[in-house]
């Protein structure tokens, strides 16, 4: 199932409220136990019960190059297809709208 956002009107993606995940991280040596994607999942769910009180439709993360993965995997998608060289990381969106735990 694809999980892209689809803005109406050609809409920016800057006119819609978010909500931004923090620094997200699992000890080295707890990796690889699904202790991450529980942790990205039960924030998902949080945010989707503040969507409906705050109104905001996206979850959004900043995502070092090495976790892209895990993210898309989790069905964020980048805003833009290129390194922020700035900040050395990846804008990424989750579609609330969508979501169906």
């Known amino acids: 199932q694809e999980r892209r956002a689809f803005l109406p009107n ?5 006119e819609f409220p978010a909500m931004k995940i923090a620094r997200l991280a699992v ?12 942790l990205v999942r039960v924030s ?20 070092k ?19 922020e060289k700035s900040r050395h990381t990846v804008s990424m969106r989750f579609d609330l709208l969508h979501y169906a735990p």
């Open 10 to 14: 050609k809409a920016l993606l800057h």
């Open 27 to 38: 000890r080295s040596d707890w990796q690889k136990q699904g202790i991450g994607s529980f």
């Open 44 to 63: 998902l769910g949080h945010m989707l019960d503040w969507s409906k009180q705050f109104g905001c439709r996206f979850a959004t993360v900043d995502a």
């Open 65 to 83: 190059p090495e976790a892209l993965h895990f993210y898309e995997r989790h069905g964020f998608v980048a805003n833009l297809h290129k390194l």
